[in-house]
């Protein structure tokens, strides 16, 4: 944790509080799934219940390792039902009532983007269940475990944490209906939601109900939310309401019509506009600083129902913002957002302007009559903290109820180790920052060269190969900014575009010293980097990136240009090309100078807001001119709460000021565009050429159809091709038969991440789900297929 924090914000230590009284029992070798297990540990009860939608593995890599474990550190006991059968309550009354607290997590992925492709087309897999079985969670599943649990045992508080929840805690727009949704608290019933990471504000929730606090008195935890009600409304009155065009003003907003005239009568029609200097004619725009001005004194309205009453801003103060930690943002309301793409988009950047723990205030959406608060964002954990959550007694290991079964998203990480936490690279496809924050939480060399060698001397089938050092990103371990007061005070959504932060420390000694320490380990063979790699930080450091290049790549090394064009590029606040180009310089310098053979695999995404068809056409001539083939192709996904979905519902782009008539955001919608996005990608696919030829004779680009080798596609269609579109990733779209006969053949398993490298080979995977099988990789335009010296070992 930086130093910015000061003593009065400085929270609890995870490893400072009392411990529960059940901790005079032993750490348990797997936390228990079954009343049998429970018996066999000595236990008449639990005192938490963890509901999740993955199946339980125990390990700090998933989520229902991480909660249980940190809260049987503290003296908790804790049970875990997982996957359970959400159409039957009794499933959820298998461990009996929990003493405490219900905890509800949908799992380490979104439950939808789990489950639907990027086409809205259901998968036939799920890496995080036995087996890879598909159908073993609800769609949704946070809300409808929270419902269940509510159901099971009414009077038992529901904790709701996880990235579903936390991508979910204001309005959203949900792709998956193409409608705009209330905060899953209101659909979820649960009491509070613990958005971010969890370890911090579920130990102090936890401790506090133990002690007899009701939960409904539990207002005040970072990084949570809750609705407003008769019971904690007290508690909030103290605080002062700013109105969001008070933060960041926004466009003219065009006046409300009575909807009850008719267009005819248009002009003579009533109409709410501000008596005040607002910029904007919606009623809770307003200039300066206000107290709630909906419910007034003498108001008779339902004491469950209605909004929080908030201390009135005095008029001397009218101009002035008030303290921080005392101050509420009102957002346009769930009904507002909803209706009016200009006031949504304004919200969600009002959202990503208060994501910094060090001054993000709280916020406040009404939801009809109800009021959503959600207090500022959990303090990040300090190194010894990151320490104590992964030095804990995992087994590392799924539970033993699943016998032989195989977990493709185990496999996938069973040998890396996790060294950080966050990102602040602001990807705005991207939600890591919105659930794991911007600055990064680092674990100490001491406790990740532990973690290896734990790995090595117990890991069943542990050859010698660590498969990552890393996490969301590869090579932002213990950098930070270098003034803790700059960042305490930094509201930039990213510390390294439109390029590096002068601020930014980036020296990457300490993680090539942390490598060379690793790989020196007795018992290490190599050391692999299988996470993503951020190049504009690492041209910064050649001697990282040589120690990189000699040591730790496995023939092939994954970055994401995502594009080659400044129109997208700069929607999704990445790098320009150049930065790619002169990373490439140094990676074959390097590889040459090392003796092997490894080529870059960078990953691209198609119809991202902000690409035009031109955009894309550049993209493909780039590809072929640099001999890549697309062996899959990853369409823009919109996930909730990411600044690249508001662009993609709104049409404008809320990384600058929001304005009714500024920018308009060139948004891919509709099958045949993203079908045409998607071949410029796959320009060698035959079945894609009748497409782009009609694209690219309607944009006056003829001269790149033709049969030599400078232009982008033929003018002939080979026999057995009939142009028809072909998802090249075939396992998304099997139907269950098929992924049956699948899974049934462990011959199959793993043949993705074991392909040799290629060069030429292109990922465009960005779900965070296992690679999947497609097929054969084709030859590279102009060239035969070389053979690697070291295979690629899977990606984590």
Request: net charge positive; with cysteine; aromatic share 8%.
């Amino acid at each position: 944790m930086s130093t910015a924090y000061t003593a009065q914000t400085a929270p609890k230590a995870l490893f400072d509080y009392d411990k529960y009284w059940a901790s005079c029992f032993e750490p348990a070798p797997f936390l228990p799934m079954s009343r049998e297990e429970m018996d066999q540990l000595g236990w008449d009860s639990c005192d938490f219940i963890f509901v999740c939608g993955d199946a339980y593995i125990d390990h700090p890599s998933f989520v229902t390792g991480i909660i249980g474990r940190v809260l049987e550190a503290q003296g908790f006991r804790v049970g875990i039902i997982a996957q359970p059968d959400w159409t039957n309550v009794e499933a959820f009354r298998v461990l009996g009532k929990p003493n405490i607290a219900w905890g509800v997590s949908a799992g380490n992925m979104d439950s939808m983007i789990n489950r639907y492709t990027a086409d809205r087309k259901i998968r036939s897999d799920d890496a995080y269940s036995p087996d890879n079985q598909p159908n073993k969670r609800p769609d949704r599943a946070a809300t409808v475990y929270c419902q269940r649990c509510r159901e099971a045992f009414p009077d038992v508080p529901v904790l709701l944490g996880g990235i579903e929840g936390s991508l979910r805690r204001i309005a959203h727009y949900d792709y998956w209906s193409d409608k705009v949704r209330r905060s899953i608290l209101m659909d979820s019933k649960a009491d509070l939601l613990m958005y971010g990471n969890g370890e911090r504000s579920i130990i102090e929730i936890m401790h506090r109900l133990a002690k007899g606090e009701k939960i409904h008195q539990i207002t005040d935890v970072r990084g949570t939310a809750f609705i407003i009600n008769k019971h904690n409304r007290a508690a909030k009155a103290q605080f002062v309401e700013i109105a969001s065009n008070d933060v960041d003003t926004i466009g003219r907003v065009d006046p409300i019509i009575n909807p009850y005239v008719m267009s005819e009568d248009i002009d003579g029609c009533e109409i709410e506009k501000d008596k005040g200097n607002s910029l904007s004619q919606y009623q809770n725009f307003q200039k300066e600083v206000v107290a709630n001005p909906i419910v007034r004194e003498g108001d008779n309205l339902d004491p469950d129902t209605q909004i929080v009453q908030l201390q009135p801003a005095s008029k001397a103060i009218k101009h002035k913002l008030p303290p921080r930690e005392l101050a509420v943002i009102r957002l346009p309301s769930f009904e507002e957002v909803a209706n009016d793409p200009v006031l949504y988009a304004h919200a969600n950047r009002i959202l990503h302007l208060e994501t910094n723990p060090g001054n993000a205030r709280a916020l406040v959406q009404k939801h009809g009559e109800r009021d959503v608060w959600i207090n500022p964002p959990p303090i990040p954990l300090t190194t010894e903290e990151m320490d104590y959550v992964f030095d804990l007694p995992y087994a590392r290991l799924p539970h033993p109820s699943y016998g032989n079964a195989r977990f493709p998203a185990f496999d996938m990480i069973k040998f890396s180790v996790n060294i950080m936490r966050g990102c602040f690279g602001g990807c705005t496809f991207c939600s890591i920052t919105e659930h794991e924050g911007r600055i990064i939480q680092n674990r100490s060399e001491e406790s990740i060269l532990r973690e290896v060698e734990k790995i090595r001397d117990t890991a069943p089938g542990f050859t010698g190969i660590i498969s990552d050092l890393g996490g969301p990103t590869a090579n932002m371990y213990r950098l930070a900014c270098k003034d803790p007061e700059i960042e305490k005070n930094c509201r930039k959504p990213s510390c390294v575009f439109p390029g590096v932060c002068q601020n930014l420390h980036t020296d990457h000694a300490p993680l090539t010293q942390l490598y060379r320490k690793a790989r020196a380990l007795p018992g290490i063979k190599k050391i692999l980097i299988g996470s993503g790699l951020r190049y504009d930080l690492a041209v910064l450091n050649p001697e990282y990136v040589r120690e990189l290049v000699t040591h730790h790549v496995g023939g092939y090394l994954k970055i994401a240009p995502e594009h080659t064009e400044k129109g997208p590029l700069s929607k999704m606040m990445k790098p320009g090309i150049g930065t790619y180009d002169r990373f490439k310089q140094m990676f074959d310098r390097f590889s040459k100078e090392a003796g092997k053979e490894q080529y870059l695999i960078p990953y691209f995404i198609a119809a991202h807001p902000g690409t035009t068809d031109y955009d894309m056409m550049n993209l493909a001539i780039w590809l072929k001119k640099n001999g890549f083939r697309a062996d899959q192709v990853q369409t823009f996904y919109p996930s909730p709460m990411a600044t690249a979905t508001t662009m993609y519902y709104t049409g404008k782009n809320p990384l600058a000021k929001v304005a009714r008539y500024t920018e308009d955001v060139d948004i891919v919608k509709g099958e045949k565009r993203r079908r045409l996005h998607k071949a410029f990608l796959r320009y060698h696919d035959p079945n894609n050429w009748p497409l782009l030829r009609e694209a690219l004779k309607e944009m006056g680009r003829q001269d790149l159809i033709g049969n030599s080798k400078q232009h982008l596609i033929p003018t002939y269609q080979p026999a057995g091709t009939d142009g028809q579109y072909q998802s090249a990733r075939k396992k998304n779209s099997t139907v269950a038969g098929d992924s049956q006969k699948r899974t049934a053949n462990p011959g199959n398993r793993g043949q993705a991440q074991n392909n040799r490298p290629k060069k030429g080979q292109i990922l465009t995977q960005h779900t965070g789900l296992p690679p999947r099988e497609t097929g054969d990789a084709k030859k590279p335009f102009g060239g035969s297929k070389p053979k690697a010296k070291s295979k690629p070992k899977s990606r984590a």
